[in-house]
């Protein structure tokens, strides 16, 4: 094999290599681009759950704080009459208002 020919595969095989890099560092940057919007599809989605979450522990605990200002407005109008009941010694009263209290109160 003459050295020209030698020159030239040689030249051949460092242009096919250069080609080969040149692919696949394209294709490495074309993933490392598709895997980033994927990141970013997925942080979005847990970010809008993230959300919801929060908008339904909002919900959930405003319903528990009504709940127990129904309950103390409840048990209070109980407490008003009971003491009422007891400065008229009405016994039957009295123990009627205190079953309502308990079952208030659970």
């Known amino acids: ?9 040689a030249e051949t095989a460092k242009k096919l290599i ?3 890099l040149q692919h696949a560092a394209e294709e490495v940057s074309k993933t490392d681009f ?5 990141r970013d ?12 979450l929060d908008r339904e522990r909002e919900r959930f605990e405003a319903q528990a704080a009504q709940r127990i200002r129904e309950s103390h407005g409840s048990l209070n109008e109980l407490n008003e009459r009971l ?3 007891m400065a008229n010694n009405d016994q039957e009263r009295i123990q009627e208002l205190l079953r309502k209290m308990s079952q208030a109160s659970s």
């Open 1 to 9: 094999m003459s050295e020209s020919n030698k020159e030239q595969e």
């Open 34 to 38: 598709e895997e980033g919007l994927e």
């Open 18 to 20: 250069q080609e080969s």
């Open 41 to 52: 599809r997925i942080h979005r989605t847990e970010q809008q759950v993230i959300q919801a």
């Open 83 to 85: 003491q009422e009941a």
